[in-house]
C-alpha cells in the first residue's frame, strides 16, 4: 500500500535515510525539518532526495504542524534536540524542542482535522540509566549508578547490592524500570510516553523505538553530542590517540543507521507493532576500547587507544539490547556488522570538512567537565 508519510526532522541523520528508503518504496514524502545549525552547519544537506517534499519549518509552530500534516496517512516523529551532555546545560532547549515539541504536534493532532493512520516516535537507550545485570549468587539486578566514591577508586564494575559481588551485565528489556539520569533521557521518555498515550485515547495505532547507540554515514562529525565514534574517527583522523575513560571495558550496542530504518518501516508496517515498545539494536556488546582499535585499523593506522582511568560523573558502565521481542513481533534482524558499518562512516567522511568545528565544539563540552 502507498501511503503519504510525514518524517519531522526528515534532513537529519536518521531522518534522511528513512525517507530516501520509503521513496525507494514507493510511498509519498514530505519533511518538516528546521535546519539545527548544530546539525546543519552547511545549510540544506547535498544528500537530501529531490523527491520529498520540503518544508523548512519548526516542529515547536503550530502553522508549520499543521502545514506538513496536510493529506498524510502516516508520521515518523525523528526531529530532536540529541547529546545527553549538551542536556544538562541547555535544559530549557532540550526541553522546548524535545518534551513541548512533541506536544505540539499531538495538540494539533487532537484539535484539528487530519488523516493519520499511524504514529511512529524515535526513543532512546539512554531511558534506561544503567543497564541489566545479573549476579551469580542473587539472580537478575538493577542496580543504582555507581557512585563517585566508587569511581574514585576504580572500582569501575557494577556490585550486587545484596551480596556485594561483581554483577554481569545481561541484555537490557523493554521492561526494566527506566531510571532517568539526564535531562535528554527525560525528553525521550517524554515523547514516547505521550505518542502512546494520545494514540490509545484517540484510537492512532502508535509505536515507540528506543534507539541504541546509532552510527552511520550522514553523521554530523561537526558535532561532538553524536557520540564516541565521531570523537574517536576525528582523533585518529589527526595521528592522535583516542582519549578513553575507566579502563576502556565498558560496553554499549552500536547499530548502523540502515537497520533503525528497516526496524521503523517494520514498525509501519505491521499491527504487531501497534501501542508498543521495542529495543532496537543489535543485541552485541562491543568495548569502548575495541572501538578505538578497530577504527585504528580501518584508518591503517597504528594508534592505540589512551586509557585514562578517569571518569565522568553520570556514565553507565553497560547496557546492551534485548532484541527478542522485535524479532518475535516484527522479524526484526540487525543485517550491518559494527566493522562494515564503520566502514562505510569512514569511507563518508572523507569528504566532510568538519574537523576545525568538531575540535572547538568538543573544547567547549570539556570545558564544562562533559566529556
Wanted: hydrophobic letters at 35%; one cysteine or more.
Amino acid at each position: 500500500m502507498k501511503y503519504k508519510i510525514l518524517v519531522t526532522g526528515g534532513a537529519g541523520f536518521i531522518g534522511s535515510f528513512l525517507v530516501d528508503k520509503l521513496i525507494e518504496q514507493g510511498h509519498d514524502l514530505r519533511i518538516l525539518d528546521n535546519f539545527e545549525p548544530q546539525v546543519h552547519s552547511k545549510g540544506i544537506p547535498s544528500y537530501l532526495n529531490q523527491k520529498a517534499e520540503l518544508i523548512k519549518g519548526d516542529i515547536r509552530d503550530t502553522s508549520d504542524i499543521k502545514k506538513a500534516i496536510v493529506d498524510i496517512d502516516v508520521i515518523f516523529h525523528e526531529a530532536a534536540m540529541v547529546g545527553v551532555g549538551q542536556s544538562m546545560y541547555q535544559i530549557e532547549k532540550y526541553t522546548d524542542v524535545n518534551s513541548f515539541g512533541t506536544a505540539k504536534l499531538l495538540d494539533v493532532l487532537a484539535n484539528f482535522e487530519h488523516n493519520i493512520r499511524k504514529l511512529v516516535v524515535a526513543s532512546s537507550m539512554s531511558t534506561y540509566g544503567e543497564g541489566s545485570y545479573k549476579c551469580d549468587k542473587c539472580g537478575e539486578s538493577n542496580p543504582d549508578l555507581r557512585t563517585e566514591k566508587q569511581m574514585a577508586q576504580c572500582k569501575w564494575e557494577l556490585i550486587c547490592p545484596e551480596c556485594g559481588s561483581i554483577l554481569n551485565p545481561i541484555p537490557t528489556k523493554e521492561s526494566k524500570k527506566q531510571e532517568l539520569n539526564s535531562i535528554y533521557a527525560l525528553t525521550k521518555k517524554d515523547q514516547e510516553d505521550m505518542f502512546l498515550i494520545f494514540g490509545k485515547n484517540y484510537g492512532i495505532p502508535s509505536v515507540a523505538l528506543r534507539y541504541f547507540n546509532v552510527f552511520g554515514p550522514r553523521q554530523s562529525l561537526s558535532n561532538p553530542y553524536t557520540g564516541v565514534a565521531a570523537i574517536f574517527m576525528s582523533r585518529i583522523k589527526n595521528n592522535n590517540q583516542p582519549v578513553i575513560y575507566e579502563d576502556g571495558l565498558q560496553t554499549r550496542d552500536f547499530i548502523s543507521v540502515k537497520d533503525i530504518v528497516q526496524a521503523n518501516i517494520l514498525s509501519m508496517k505491521d499491527s504487531s507493532a501497534n501501542y508498543e515498545v521495542f529495543n532496537v539494536g543489535t543485541g552485541k556488546q562491543i568495548t569502548i576500547k575495541s572501538i578505538g582499535e578497530i577504527l585504528a585499523k580501518l584508518y591503517g593506522k597504528d594508534i592505540k587507544p589512551k586509557i585514562t582511568g578517569q571518569f565522568r560523573k553520570g556514565d553507565i558502565r553497560h547496557c546492551i539490547a534485548d532484541i527478542s521481542k522485535i524479532k518475535s513481533k516484527l522479524d526484526f534482524e540487525p543485517k550491518i556488522s559494527f566493522e562494515d558499518g564503520m566502514k562505510e562512516l569512514i569511507e563518508w567522511s572523507k569528504n566532510e570538512q568538519s574537523e576545525d568545528k568538531f575540535e572547538k565544539a568538543t573544547l567547549e563540552l570539556k570545558q564544562k567537565g562533559l566529556i
